[in-house]
């Protein structure tokens, strides 16, 4: 089985900064493309950033300039740098990744970690 855990979220001023990961553990031969996506009361899901096994990365425009993903293959952990937090930043934010564990590639969600930023 494969698990992915959260960690790192809380409540932050506006203004302030965070930094979540997450760390896969478990039968793991490789882990493609693994990513950040939010979810706000009353809101779909939506994508953060995401970064390839390479390092190419991709983020949503609300984000773009203030956060930051990043990842360790050695450790498999993905990591999201959150900079110039907004009210609106406010979400339960899940971790994703593509892994694969031989012959095939799998979808995994982690439970989420809660970031509300608020004064």
């Known amino acids: 089985q494969v698990q992915l855990v959260e960690s790192g979220g809380g409540l932050v001023q506006p203004g302030g900064s965070l930094r979540l990961s997450c760390a896969a553990s478990?039968?793991?031969?490789?882990?493609?493309?693994m990513g950040w996506y939010r979810q706000a009361p009353g809101k779909q899901r939506e994508l953060v950033a995401t970064i390839t096994s390479g390092g190419s990365t991709n983020y949503a425009d609300s984000v773009k300039g203030r956060f930051t993903i990043s990842r360790d293959n050695a450790k498999n952990t993905l990591y999201l740098q959150m900079n110039s937090l907004k009210p609106e930043d406010t979400a339960n934010y899940y971790c994703?990744?593509?892994?694969?564990?031989?012959?095939?590639?799998?979808?995994?969600w982690g439970q989420g970690t809660q970031v509300t930023v608020a004064s």
């Open positions: 478990g039968s793991i031969f490789s882990i493609n493309l």
């Open positions: 994703n990744a593509h892994i694969r564990r031989l012959p095939n590639i799998y979808t995994y």
